[in-house]
């Protein structure tokens, strides 16, 4: 009977362990197998006098020099568009540097932005797409959705039509 016993807690024991073993083969924590990398945070750029806009580096370590709220860089930031009587709105790229035609008032693009809606007859309310482009259907000052809506009560904007009258 001893002897038994023996046997069934050796077969649990080995079955428990082949079952952690094959755990961490299939997360692939095996001999440099796909592990998951955890990018560090990117925060503000604390060094004095620096006047380096986006990600940069000093010593090696990467910084911001937006002020992200938070302290943080989500990195979606961008640069507002300087290139001389620029008509693109929202993001887009020159000389391959992403940049932001609208007009934020932080003074640089959060990635939060989209245009407002100007399909005709649309009545979707909130962010939506249209082909592949990412549209808001409130109204917003400033002439583009500065990301502000997306925490706005559904119940109290419903019924709100005037997002498509003004222009910009």
Same mark, same amino acid.
């Given at each position: +009977?001893?002897?038994?016993? +023996?046997?069934? =807690?050796? +077969? ?8 952690? *073993? ?28 620096? /006047? /380096? ?6 010593? &090696?370590?990467?910084?911001?020099g ?19 009587? =620029? ?35 649309? /009545?979707?309310? &909130? ?6 482009? *990412? ?15 997306a ?6 904007s419903? &019924?709100?039509?005037?997002?498509h009258?003004?222009?910009?």
């Amino acid at each position: +009977m001893h002897t038994k016993k +023996m046997i069934y =807690c050796a +077969m649990a024991f080995a079955l428990a362990a082949a079952l952690l *073993v094959s755990t961490g083969f299939a997360c692939g924590r095996h001999h440099g197998g796909n592990r998951q990398r955890v990018s560090p945070a990117v925060y503000l750029c604390p060094v004095e006098d620096c /006047e /380096e806009y986006g990600r940069h580096i000093h010593d &090696g370590v990467t910084y911001c020099g937006y002020d992200h709220s938070g302290g943080v860089c989500n990195g979606q930031c961008a640069a507002l568009c300087s290139v001389e009587d =620029c008509q693109i709105a929202g993001r887009h790229t020159h000389d391959d540097a992403i940049c932001c035609g609208y007009d934020h008032e932080s003074g640089f693009c959060d990635g939060t932005c989209a245009a407002l809606c100007t399909v005709e007859n649309c /009545e979707i309310i &909130g962010r939506h797409t249209h082909s592949g482009t *990412v549209y808001c259907g409130y109204a917003h000052g400033g002439c583009f959705c500065d990301g502000t809506c997306a925490n706005a009560a559904p119940v109290a904007s419903r &019924g709100f039509r005037q997002h498509h009258g003004g222009h910009c």
